[in-house]
């Protein structure tokens, strides 16, 4: 450790030292604890950063243009990085992350601040790692420090070897001499926390005694108890009588949701072959298997399709039947202004819903109201509603939204390929239009327009507006109508694509009924 004389520029000293890190030529990591505060910090440096490059405005202009309307987040960011700082979260549209990531490793970023998701899998060619917060709320403990193996990958973020500096400095901000020692002890002396088995958590379990079954790797729950015995979970549990017994109730599940067959004993057994009976996958359970989600996701999403079959749904019914699924886990906040939304939209679909509702008294009934409230935004951006309106009404950043839309299209493709096992035929094509709808982000009446390609949902929008509503109105439309609201390349594609032959006409010349001079 060493002592760094660094001037007083700001408010708080990890700005500071950034500053300072831009000013000796080198670039710095800034973790901070939440988005609010990564975003703040980056806007705070650039208001202190006074000059102008020509990359960088470019770099900016780019970002602004990742989404079709760009969004408050987006405007932003791109302020900050004309300036060659930059914020980085989980917000952030996939295709700005990777392009302030790359700027950074070509120099032309020098400062990010971000939240400690930066801190795992990313080379970046740091010099200061600076841990601005070293505390996180943690609900009803109140401030809480990190991890300490947390720590060491925000720590280790700096002065990386594949970069030219020789070493790296990891900077933690204290604010009294008590709390510095308290850092010292905490994270700098202290050993990191023990690594756990990620089989010790039961859904992945599940998941894998379902694999290991349908791919033939055992055929017993002995043979499961012995592979598993063999695995950093047995080494590290040891207890294989426990470990027996998670394993027997996990299988008794996958039997009773008919995902695995297992054959009947018989009333005298030997004592050595208790465990030897054969289980068999289902044709059921081979597909669960193959698509590679939690068992119990599969029995709700079944359970639910068979209600579906029952009574009246729409679009609403199966976003929100994905999005009480674990793998749409962790769900959004509720905030206290938007309970009333929730509820209300909650009271209007309820006779549409196709899982168990808890009573409010009941745990489980936070999280459904979570999942009502990603599909109350999930929908609206069906209803073309903007990422920018989905912001700032729902409090769902751009690459949030990209992210779970991602995540329910793969649910929804599972159920589409459950349904199809269980022949519920109509299902299948109120699946796939919701599937299309999401990935679209459009009402239903653009659907004929939205699969043609080429025509995303502005598109589609304008043509419809003008009268333009399906593949015959575009065979009547005139071409020169459909180049003033598309352009012409796209205009010719259109023509096109729906199997008419427009052709180029020579220089001087007209053919037929075309409405621009050169076609």
């Known amino acids: 450790m060493k002592d760094l004389s660094i001037p007083e520029l700001t408010e708080h ?16 990591l800034i973790f901070c604890n939440t988005r609010r505060s990564a975003e703040s910090t980056a806007e705070k440096l650039a208001k202190k950063i006074d000059f102008k490059n020509e990359e960088l405005e470019k770099l900016a202009d780019e970002i602004l243009k990742v989404l079709s309307v760009p969004t408050k987040q987006c405007r932003r960011l791109a302020l900050c990085v004309r300036k060659g700082m930059s914020f980085h979260h989980a917000g952030l549209a996939a295709k700005q992350r990777k392009l302030v990531e790359d700027n950074f490793r070509k120099g032309l970023i020098r400062v990010i601040a971000s939240t400690p998701t930066l801190a795992f899998g990313l080379n970046l060619p740091a010099f200061r790692a600076i841990i601005k917060d070293l505390k996180r709320y943690g609900g009803r403990w109140g401030l809480q420090y990190i991890p300490t193996l947390e720590y060491h990958q925000m720590a280790g973020r700096a002065g990386r070897p594949d970069f030219n500096d ?9 604010s009294t001499e008590k709390e510095a020692e308290e850092i010292i002890e905490k994270f700098i002396d202290a050993p990191p926390e023990n690594i756990y088995s990620k089989l010790a958590v039961e859904p992945v379990l599940r998941t894998y005694c379902l694999s290991l079954v349908t791919t033939g790797f055992a055929h017993s729950k002995k043979e499961l108890v012995d592979f598993f015995e063999k695995t950093f979970y047995g080494h590290q549990f040891q207890d294989m009588v426990a470990i027996e017994a998670i394993i027997d109730k996990i ?3 996958l039997e009773e949701w008919e995902f695995i067959k297992q054959a009947k004993k018989e009333d005298f057994v030997s004592a050595n072959s208790l465990n030897d009976d054969r289980i068999e996958v289902t044709k059921l359970g081979d597909r669960v298997a193959k698509l590679y989600i939690d068992p119990y996701t599969a029995h709700q999403i079944i359970t639910a399709l068979r209600r579906a079959t029952e009574k009246m749904t729409n679009e609403f019914s199966f976003l929100q039947m994905v999005c009480s699924t674990l793998e749409l886990r962790p769900l959004p906040s509720v905030r206290v202004k938007e309970v009333d939304i929730v509820e209300a939209e909650l009271n209007e679909s309820s006779s549409q ?3 168990f509702e808890p009573s409010v008294f009941e745990p489980e009934y936070d999280d459904f109201l979570k999942s009502v409230k990603l599909s109350i935004a999930l929908a609206s951006w069906m209803d073309e509603k903007t990422e920018n309106e989905i912001l700032e009404e729902y409090n769902i950043a751009p690459g949030e939204l990209h992210l779970k839309r991602n995540l329910c299209d793969w649910i929804l493709y599972a159920a589409e390929e459950l349904a199809s096992i269980l022949n519920f035929r109509d299902i299948i094509k109120n699946l796939r239009k919701t599937r299309f709808r999401l990935d679209k982000g459009v009402k239903e009446e653009l659907v004929p327009l939205a699969r043609l390609k080429n025509i995303g949902r502005i598109r589609a929008r304008k043509l419809y507006n003008n009268g333009i509503k399906d593949i015959g109105d575009i065979k009547k439309a005139d071409l020169t109508k459909l180049t003033q609201l598309l352009g012409e390349k796209t205009a010719v594609n259109l023509k096109k694509q729906v199997g008419e032959d427009i052709e180029k006409v020579p220089k001087g010349k007209r053919k037929g009924q075309t409405s621009i001079e050169k076609y």
Do not use: F, S
Not at 14 to 28: F, G, H, R, W
Not at 166 to 174: F, L, R, S
């Open 13 to 28: 000293p990890a700005l500071d030292i950034a500053l300072d890190t831009v000013k000796i030529n080198k670039q710095a």
């Open 251 to 253: 299988l008794n599940y």
């Open 353 to 355: 819903l196709i899982t």
């Open 166 to 174: 020789a070493h790296g400095e990891a900077i933690c901000i204290a």
